[in-house]
């Protein structure tokens, strides 16, 4: 019996997903909850596990793919066996009509084979868990894949490793009646591997049960960029001009970057902006933060500015709720939040997302700098989950790490404030009546005008720099 298994709503009511890479290819045999794909929505690349236990009988999409909620993705081959079904939120995204109907895969042509593999597959009992609902749990039997012969290859290719390969894969050499099973290896690393040119295929892996690390990748490039002997000594042979070579790069829109160019217009062209600055003597804070540091106790905690800001921003919005509001268009009212869902921008390599710390009004000193460092680990990792990019209340970026002084954050949509940290620098300043070499930071907080009238917001401002300049202050507050 043939099952169709339609990409579902991944979290929070995101349409669309792109196809980052398939795990598994026609013919292979799949365990229930397996992971078969992983795909990247506007907010996290998240790992599709598989619903049905059977053979994989086709793939409707390739990897670059933008596929919408609803549309098929892959079939099973279930053979009778009972299919796990999906929950009531995932039937409901299966119903969603498809606009278009994705490319098939370049490969599944007539003119490619399988080669036949009657190795038994060991497959364990296992819940469901779909998107949405955690990571799928990873046998240590990992079920073998096909491999298939390409026209005119002299050997059998894994065609997904040639997919994802950013160069032209090396033919392997194994006879034909040897599968092939494609290397583990996690998204970052894959990329490492993309930006150096190298084959992950080729790569050994010396990780936990194979797993290919950064190391092995790194160890890879610099053994095959090693030049031979003959190669060192021999002069470079001149550059011949050449009118072929492209002088732009073109990358598609998509993915992360999109999200957040769409949030952006829409943010600027819906909520009237202002920002309001204030400069900050944060010496006292500095030397808490020194102090903090040298505890023992304390040794496993990165506390540092970004932490001491953020409880104070916790405490500034008790006091000035105002900041802590959104503009419900529709239902014409303003809606203010007595929770914090604090977002802290990071800038990854997929580009800038705002993951956001729940109820951060109940977290202290200690546990705030564990969340935000969690937080930040997380997103650069790619693994942000998706209820964990919505909901936020109000939000922080820190442009300081990169040396900059002060800027003009936008608006999260949805969100009446966001406040920029810049870089903090010595330098002279009044205190005590004389002058002294002081530690300086410029804050600068941008906000919605339709709920914060400029009195609030610089109320809300000097309320953060008063904890920023006596730290002690905060002692005061719950």
């Not at 955690?134 to 005119?152: C, D, E, F, H, I």
């Not at 492209?246 to 202002?274: D, L, N």
Request: glycine share 8%; charged share 25%; hydrophobic share 45%.
């Amino acid at each position: 019996m043939i099952e169709d298994f339609r990409l579902p709503d991944l979290g929070e009511g995101l349409p669309e997903a792109e196809l980052v890479q398939w795990l598994v290819a026609e013919g292979d045999t799949v365990a229930l909850n397996q992971t078969i794909a992983e795909v990247e929505t506007a907010k996290a690349v998240v790992e599709l596990p598989s619903p049905y236990s059977g053979t994989v009988t086709g793939l409707h999409a390739a990897a670059g793919d933008v596929i919408e909620v609803g549309s098929v993705l892959i079939s099973f081959d279930v053979g009778g066996a009972d299919a796990v079904e999906p929950d009531a939120a995932d039937e409901a995204a299966a119903a969603a009509p498809a606009a278009a109907t994705p490319k098939k895969r370049a490969d599944d042509d007539a003119e490619t084979r399988d080669v036949r593999d009657d190795a038994p597959v060991d497959e364990e009992p296992a819940t469901p868990n779909l998107v949405g609902y955690g990571a799928a749990p990873r046998s240590s039997a990992r079920p073998r894949r096909r491999a298939r012969v390409l026209p005119g290859a002299a050997a059998p290719t894994d065609t997904a490793v040639l997919e994802a390969a950013p160069h032209d894969a090396v033919a392997l050499s194994e006879p034909d009646d040897v599968t092939l099973e494609r290397p583990r290896s996690t998204p970052p690393v894959r990329a490492l591997a993309k930006k150096l040119g190298v084959d992950i295929a080729l790569v050994s892996g010396t990780g936990h049960t194979g797993l290919i690390t950064r190391d092995d990748v790194e160890a890879y490039a610099a053994h095959v960029d090693a030049p031979a002997p003959a190669e060192r000594s021999a002069p470079a042979p001149a550059a011949a001009p050449s009118h072929t070579d492209e002088r732009v790069v073109r990358t598609p829109i998509r993915g992360v970057r999109r999200h957040t160019a769409e949030a952006m217009v829409r943010s600027a062209f819906t909520a009237p902006h202002a920002t309001t600055f204030l400069t900050v003597d944060v010496t006292e804070t500095n030397a808490l933060i020194a102090s903090l540091r040298a505890d023992r106790e304390l040794a496993d905690h990165r506390i540092g500015i970004l932490a001491v800001a953020a409880r104070a921003v916790c405490i500034a919005l008790a006091r000035i709720p105002s900041l802590n509001s959104r503009w419900d268009e529709a239902a014409g009212e303003i809606i203010e939040h007595r929770y914090v869902n604090l977002g802290i921008a990071a800038a990854t390599s997929r580009g800038l997302v705002v993951p956001n710390i729940k109820d951060a009004q109940e977290l202290g000193l200690v546990d705030l700098a564990d969340a935000v460092r969690e937080l930040a680990d997380t997103a650069r990792a790619g693994r942000t989950a998706p209820a964990d990019m919505t909901g936020g209340t109000f939000s922080i970026t820190n442009v300081g790490v990169f040396g900059v002084d002060t800027g003009t954050p936008i608006l999260n949509p949805g969100e009446a404030g966001i406040l920029a940290l810049g870089a903090v620098r010595r330098q002279p300043w009044e205190h005590e009546g004389g002058i002294a070499l002081r530690d300086i930071m410029t804050l600068a907080l941008s906000f919605d005008h339709r709920l914060v009238d400029g009195e609030q917001a610089a109320r809300f401002l000097a309320e953060v720099g008063g904890i920023l300049r006596e730290p002690g202050r905060g002692m005061l507050h719950r």
